[in-house]
């Protein structure tokens, strides 16, 4: 089995259970990606934690997130 890497990102913007779904689903669909857990936080930086097969470069995730209508926060 190959390794699991989890990185946790911090994400503006998202309100609602449905930001959350639209969030999730930009991100399972890079490749690579394979568990992705959000914990929102309604008006301040929700967490997203996302576990995948290889490393991802920021630019992709950030570009997944704003696929989603939302902005990735600056690590």
Known sequence: ??????????ITG???GHCVMSVNEELVAVPGVTDVTID???GGVST???TSTR???QEEVSAAVEEAG?????S
């Open 70 to 74: 939302y902005t990735l926060v600056a």
């Open 48 to 50: 997203a934690r996302v």
């Open 40 to 42: 929102l936080n309604v």
């Open 1 to 10: 089995m190959s390794e699991q890497l989890t990185n946790t990102y911090g």
């Open 55 to 57: 490393d991802l470069p």
């Open 14 to 16: 998202m309100t609602c």
